[in-house]
């Protein structure tokens, strides 16, 4: 299984991520274990898979956080996706789930995110990266994750901009 | 002005380092070119049609005389010895090399100046007017806010993958000289009725494909909410703006789609979630911010003596009333003026200037103007505070830099992209039309009499020349591989902000001087005493100017 990093180490990745299908979402087939489900198909199955604790949801970068709302913290791990690293939707995304929605599970990148984006999806909020390509070299990677170590604005890692901070 | 500490010198140390690390990976090949692509986009770094082009950003037009040498010295050592001020008043380098621009961008930090942001799908480079802080006009010094504006903008880790560019101007004068209605935001400083400070919010303006001037969507927001509302902004923007077409991508797009009304009201619902948070400014932090753009130490002058001795001078010499006429204008201090520098003599490109006037501009804000000076949009410079027993003094140096030309805000004064002799965008040349046309109106004292006319040249829609604003515009276009040139007029980009009409068909390169000279030979033929050529358009509209232009000659 590919790995992932989360919490700035290289880890193994437990859950599977489940694709969008064509078709109506009631009528997924949602898989045993861990998996990380498309948020259409949470959305229309609430009601037989909500007594499961090993499901996760994901994002599309054009569905919004509030399609879960306060539902979120239900979830161990949630994902945002990259359908192309350019769509930055999703860096909005992370913010919102956990700054107005105060999830504190796993928030997983997932998708075409690349490398040079891991210090500023860390800053909203994202813990854990997962690319889709399996040539990534996660190694290199986690020396992005900390490009910057300072910062002028409030984010999730920093709540106070640096206005508030200056000595 | 604004002067880095070390918490902003380590920002910069930290972006420099990462955009090293990305380069190398780049040459290395372990970058591909279309990830690399918006990094270097987001440092500053195009691929143009020669070579690379470096912009560096220049905050609010606002530049030292230090800053000044170290961009001399990077037009010496890693350029052909010369840069372009562009038309958000920033700089820009034609031919650096690309492996050296790592190195570039290191020299510039060291004296708090950079790339970063001044291109690519985030938010550019704050502008403003070029007189803040010293205009007899103006309200509210507008620099301490966009300084604010600045440092949450620079490295925003929500918003560095927008659907387009994006760019904020903010003004506080009466007139609008930072043409905050065709920008993504603009602000206006201003008071309420209980005299407190705060913002009159414009948003979804721009110029480009789709010219759109600009919708107030807030009246007053109080000066403490500034950071809050631009975030509840470009995040009801990121999320909804659209990504599926380039062309369609700016935030005017959406505004126009959802209405201005609609897409006020997505803000407001954002923003109150937002505006009590961290992000409210405090009264330390503006005043912080104000700091920084205190009064530098005026002398007391008497201006009725000193304006007799600058009235004296004037009379033995035409040449240097023809400059104070155009190229100096009223400070709010008594005994001080300031002075535009300008980047348009008749044969050089507009806002083209080379290491060694870069250096003298660097000498002569030391020696006059308290070591600062400023960019302006329309492509020139300004020394803001001189005293103006010394103008005569300065205008001798100026005239040997060759930067006397008096023809400030004429029809001379020309806005003109780089075109394409530089540009992979363009259409079509622009700088050769700019010379052909400051050579039709060779003659100044008729060029004097023709008063204010702002001639605006593009080369391709992407309108970097800003030809919609244009009282004149130009813009290049591309017919089956010929380059030719559309005329529209009425355009401006002040408070009375329109977009310019088409004439009619286009031209060839070489009739555009005899074109834009009936034009103007229709506004003599028909203004009042008082009017300027934009008033006389507007109140005789287009059809005369038709005729003339499009009469068959017989």
């Known amino acids: ?167 | 002005m604004y002067i880095y500490d070390e918490y902003d010198h380590s920002i910069l140390r930290q972006r420099i380092a990462q955009f090293r690390g990305q380069t190398e990976r780049f040459l290395a090949g372990e970058l591909p070119p279309e990830q690399f692509l918006p990094l270097r986009l987001q440092n500053g770094l195009y691929v143009q049609r020669l070579a690379p082009m470096l912009r560096i950003n220049v905050p609010y037009g606002m530049i030292n005389s230090t800053q000044l040498r170290k961009l001399a010295h990077i037009a010496r050592h890693y350029d052909k010895g010369y840069c372009h001020v562009s038309t958000r008043q920033n700089i820009q380098y034609n031919w650096p090399d690309l492996t050296e621009v790592p190195d570039i961008l290191a020299e510039l930090a060291e004296v708090g100046m950079h790339g970063t942001q001044s291109s690519g799908n985030c938010i550019r480079n704050t502008t403003s007017d070029q007189f803040a802080g010293v205009a007899p006009d103006e309200v509210i010094d507008p620099r301490p806010y966009c300084e604010i504006i600045r440092q949450w903008s620079s490295f925003h880790p929500e918003f560095a993958f927008l659907p387009r560019k994006f760019k904020i101007a903010v003004t506080g004068s009466t007139q609008d000289r930072a043409a905050v209605q065709v920008h993504d935001i603009g602000l206006e400083v201003v008071f309420n009725d209980k005299g407190e400070v705060g913002f009159k919010v414009f948003v979804g303006g721009g110029l480009g494909r789709t010219p759109v001037i600009g919708v107030a969507i807030r009246e007053f927001l109080p000066e403490e909410h500034l950071l809050s509302y631009l975030e509840a902004i470009l995040r009801v923007y990121n999320l909804f703006g659209r990504r599926d077409n380039k062309y369609k991508a700016r935030i005017k797009i959406l505004v126009r789609a959802l209405t201005p009304e609609v897409f006020a009201q997505k803000v407001e619902d954002e923003w109150q979630h937002l505006k009590d948070g961290y992000n409210k400014l405090t009264q330390e932090e503006i005043q912080r911010a104000k700091g920084f753009f205190t009064a530098p130490a005026y002398e007391t002058i008497d201006n009725a003596a000193a304006q007799a001795a600058v009235d004296a001078q004037a009379a033995d010499s035409i040449a240097f009333g023809k400059w104070l006429q155009r190229n100096v204008r009223e400070h709010k201090i008594p005994g001080y003026a300031s002075v535009t520098l300008s980047l348009k003599p008749t044969g050089v490109a507009p806002g083209d200037i080379t290491d060694a006037q870069l250096e003298v501009i660097a000498n002569l804000a030391d020696k006059f103007s308290f070591g600062e000076a400023r960019t302006t949009h329309e492509q020139n410079i300004v020394l803001a505070d001189v005293k103006k027993t010394e103008l005569f003094a300065l205008w001798q140096e100026c005239k040997a830099a060759g930067f006397a030309t008096p023809n400030i805000g004429t029809i001379t004064d020309i806005i003109c992209c780089p075109g394409g002799d530089f540009c992979s965008l363009a259409n079509a040349k622009s700088i050769p039309i700019a010379e052909a046309i400051q050579r039709q109106f060779e003659d100044l004292d008729y060029v004097y009499d023709l008063g204010d006319i702002d001639l605006n040249i593009s080369g391709c829609m992407n309108a970097c020349g800003h030809h919609h604003v244009g009282h004149i515009g130009i813009l290049g276009v591309d017919k089956s591989g010929k380059e030719f040139y559309q005329v529209q007029l009425g355009g401006s980009a002040s408070n009375d902000a329109s977009l310019g009409d088409v004439l009619g068909p286009s031209f060839g390169a070489d009739d555009m001087p005899a074109v834009i000279q009936k034009i103007v030979d229709v506004y003599v033929a028909n203004r009042t005493a008082e009017e300027l050529f934009i008033d006389t358009y507007r109140r005789i509209g287009a059809a005369p100017f038709k005729e003339k232009v499009y009469a068959k000659a017989n």
């Open chain 1, 1 to 167: 299984m590919q790995k992932l990093i989360k919490d700035g180490a290289i880890q193994e990745n437990t859950w599977t991520l489940v694709a969008k299908a064509d078709g109506e979402a009631i009528a997924v087939e949602v898989p045993a274990g861990q998996v990380l489900i498309p948020v259409a198909v949470w959305l229309a199955q609430k009601d037989q898979l909500q007594n499961r604790t090993d499901i996760g949801v994901w994002f599309d970068s054009d569905e919004t956080a509030d399609l879960i709302g306060a539902d979120a913290n239900r979830f161990p791990v949630i994902g945002v996706n990259f359908p192309l690293f350019m769509d930055g939707r999703s860096f909005s995304t992370a913010r919102l789930l956990r700054e107005r929605y105060g999830f504190k599970g796993e928030l997983r990148a997932v998708g075409n995110f690349i490398r040079d984006q891991l210090c500023y999806l860390r800053r909203c909020g994202v813990n854990a990266f997962a690319f889709s390509n399996p040539e990534a070299n996660l190694e290199d990677a986690l020396k992005s994750l900390n490009d910057f170590q300072e910062y002028y604005q409030a984010s999730v890692d920093q709540p106070l901009p640096l206005f508030r901070r200056r000595a």
